[in-house]
């Protein structure tokens, strides 16, 4: 009798808790302004993965996609602040200044922007990946599966996430093999299936064996697939598109990040931050990697990977040497956080010059 | 039996009469399309189209929206009215914006009252300016307009995207394809403390009364009638056809670069790549709708321009896609199309015994 009382009022107990935690939870709402259609495959489809990670810890949420960067994305912002949000993630750049406008009228409410950096009011929060270490992942394994020794790349803006990405990748695949070029095409544009296919082509017939992209669609995969070469998926995993041809994919995993920061709102520990995380934590995802890999280049993949997640490897460690072969980062010293946001020269090794 | 019988002539009552018919079909069609994806249609259509007017800041919202299809329209029926096919006002909302914006950047941290009317005018020369590409090729050269205008579009967009990766990025801002913000005093003030709407819808208003006056006023308003009737009675007549192609593509450059202006230095307030969600080519159907009378005009910007807020409102209560919003103005083009062909056969019914 006395063993069911204690089992009765424990599990009362537990049973009350996870109601209180349920009550709490179904309290936050977060809310989601997405650029492009969820099916986009890509950046879009990949922020909706971390919503549905928001769902699936217990948070109601919403969403609205394809809101263009003109001036309706503050009538969205406003709508959902107005609507009883209690968190707004942004998840494109072009938001940033309708971000930081809406959250001044709505100083309860919590944003969180994107790859942006203006935080002017504390209730704005601003998150970043550092995609260039799971570039530097791609880097090597271009390097060591290229025969032509030219690798091309097809790049969206010319901004410093951009430019680091190619710095990173170019550096690592020099790393393994001196020889190659990275031969870069401007699509200027994040998503356009018929634009990034026509660059891919053109570096396709400039010999390049191995396609790197820095946009967001399928359709370079897709005609690398055709092309008979080699090609790595960008923001999701894009093995089923061109089995062939994609070694592997850098994935970005927000889903943690999200559910973390819902978390703080629903516990009243949200406060501002500018977040940068990597593959160390777990918001870089590289994919499978391919059995045309040979094992030897995996396992050394698979080790790189652990390095970077430890710290134990910086994807710009010195000597680093620009175009012009004028010293960037010095032996034996890493790039700094701050030479990276802003990083505007490519390394030695990347052909052409950065569009003005 | 049913019977379709052609008109003698164009019913006048039904010409104004089908566009309220094709909103109306519209949204039959729309509330059965909301109930074949499973969504209560009545409550959809709540959302959609009351909803997001149903107070102050909506409504203020709403007339934001139908500005720049309202300038926009009513330059483009200039055109329409007169047989010319200016398809491109996108492109010379874009260019008049890139103009106007490349002066406002001119004055970047300087105030005075004089900046600000010559940003304006400065953005509708440059639609002028763009407009007129198409306009001398059609007169000069006989290239078909059509294409001409369309594809300039997709250069203007180029030329602002080089722009603002290039030479007019801002220099704090880490390369990111974007202007500084514009001063103030380049800036279209706004009407009322806490709401988006600014003087633009000046611009606007004046631009509907304007063409008003010229189209049913002026003999260059009859001239435009006539040529749109009947390019060879316009010409038997003795009017001057070039003349008047190259005028009506400047009014409606202009019409579209001050609507561009009105984006950049309202509610956005710096160049950047995406200074417009197409406001150039839903513009066209607003005009159709509207049948290219000014007052018409007004009421279509109005009702396609809620199906912008709607789809918003719509996806963040009920979880519908917000590209129905585009399914919608789609559909409102195709029903007025559609009934448009009551315009030249009326349907008997006939009975069975006669």
Redesign the interface.
């Known amino acids: 009798m006395h063993k069911f009382l204690i089992r009765s009022f424990v599990s009362s107990l537990v049973l009350l808790f996870t109601l209180t935690v349920a009550a709490v939870a179904k309290d936050v709402k977060a809310?989601f302004v997405y650029i492009g259609?969820t099916g986009d495959h890509g950046w879009t489809y990949q922020h909706d993965v971390g919503r549905k990670a928001v769902e699936a810890a217990g948070f109601k949420t919403?969403?609205?996609?394809?809101?263009?960067?003109?001036?309706?994305a503050?009538?969205?912002l406003?709508?959902?602040a107005n609507?009883g949000h209690d968190v707004i993630f942004t998840t494109s750049?072009?938001y940033m200044?309708p971000t930081n406008k809406v959250a001044k009228e709505f100083p309860n409410v919590k944003f969180e922007h994107a790859t942006g950096?203006k935080r002017e009011h504390p209730n704005v929060s601003t998150y970043a990946a550092r995609f260039y270490e799971g570039r530097t992942i791609l880097g090597t394994i271009a390097g060591t599966m290229t025969k032509s020794n030219v690798i091309g790349y097809v790049a969206s803006?010319?901004?410093?996430e951009v430019i680091r990405g190619i710095n990173s990748f170019t550096l690592a695949a020099q790393k393994v093999n001196p020889n190659i070029k990275t031969k870069i095409v401007w699509a200027?544009t994040w998503y356009d299936p018929g634009k990034e296919a026509e660059a891919a082509k053109a570096l396709i017939d400039q010999g390049a064996d191995v396609i790197a992209q820095h946009t967001d669609s399928t359709a370079i995969v897709q005609m690398a697939e055709k092309a008979g070469v080699y090609a790595f998926g960008q923001a999701s995993d894009m093995d089923k598109f061109a089995p062939k041809a994609v070694l592997t994919s850098v994935e970005n995993n927000w889903g943690p990040y999200y559910v973390d920061r819902v978390k703080a709102v629903a516990n009243g520990t949200w406060s501002q931050k500018d977040t940068w995380h990597g593959i160390g934590d777990g918001m870089v995802v590289i994919s499978d990697l391919d059995s045309q890999m040979p094992a030897d280049l995996r396992s050394k993949v698979k080790k790189l990977q652990a390095d970077l997640a430890s710290g134990k490897v910086h994807s710009f460690t010195g000597p680093i040497y620009d175009q012009k072969g004028n010293l960037m980062v010095a032996e034996g010293k890493t790039a700094d956080d701050g030479m990276l946001?802003?990083m505007?020269t490519y390394v030695k090794g990347v052909e052409g010059d950065i569009?003005? | 039996m049913i019977k379709i019988v052609k008109r003698d002539q164009p019913s006048r009552a039904i010409f104004f009469f089908t566009p309220v018919l094709a909103i109306f079909l519209t949204l039959v069609a729309g509330g059965l399309i909301f109930f074949i994806l499973g969504f209560k249609p009545f409550e959809a259509l709540k959302f959609f189209f009351i909803v997001p007017i149903a107070d102050k800041y909506g409504f203020s919202e709403l007339l934001l929206k139908a500005t720049p299809l309202c300038l926009i329209a009513i330059g483009l029926s200039f055109c329409f009215k007169s047989n010319n096919w200016n398809i491109g006002a996108e492109g010379q909302l874009t260019f008049g914006a890139i103009v106007s914006g490349g002066v406002a950047l001119l004055f970047y941290e300087q105030e005075g009252f004089y900046i600000l009317p010559i940003v304006i005018l400065a953005g509708a020369i440059g639609g002028m300016l763009y407009a007129s590409i198409p306009a001398i090729l059609k007169t000069y050269f006989n290239t078909n307009e059509i294409l001409v205008s369309l594809m300039l579009v997709y250069v203007s967009k180029l030329i602002l995207d080089y722009l603002v990766v290039g030479p007019w990025s801002n220099p704090e801002g880490f390369n990111f394809p974007e202007t500084r913000q514009f001063s103030d005093s380049a800036k279209l003030p706004l009407l009322f403390e806490g709401l988006r709407i600014h003087a633009g819808i000046f611009l606007a208003l004046a631009a509907v009364v304007i063409s008003w006056f010229v189209f049913y006023k002026t003999y260059l308003g009859f001239q435009m009638k006539v040529s749109g009737f009947s390019l060879k009675t316009a010409r038997y007549a003795g009017y001057k056809g070039k003349k008047m192609i190259i005028l009506v593509f400047l009014i409606s450059g202009a019409c579209a670069g001050l609507a561009g202006v009105g984006e950049i230095t309202g509610p956005i307030g710096q160049l950047h790549r995406e200074i417009s969600p197409d406001y150039g080519f839903t513009a066209i159907i607003v005009a159709f709708l509207g049948r290219l009378h000014p007052v018409g005009i007004i009421f279509a910007s109005l009702v396609v321009a809620i199906t912008y807020l709607g789809a918003e409102t719509a996806q963040i209560f009920m979880q519908i896609p917000k590209y129905t919003g585009q399914v919608f103005q789609g559909m409102i083009l195709f029903f007025l199309l559609a009934s448009d062909y009551l315009l030249f056969f009326k349907i008997k019914f006939i009975g069975s015994k006669k």
């Open positions: 809310a259609p919403t969403y609205v996609e394809g809101v263009p960067e003109s001036a309706d503050e009538r969205v406003r709508q959902l609507s750049f072009g200044n950096y803006f010319p901004i410093p200027f946001a802003g505007m569009p003005k």
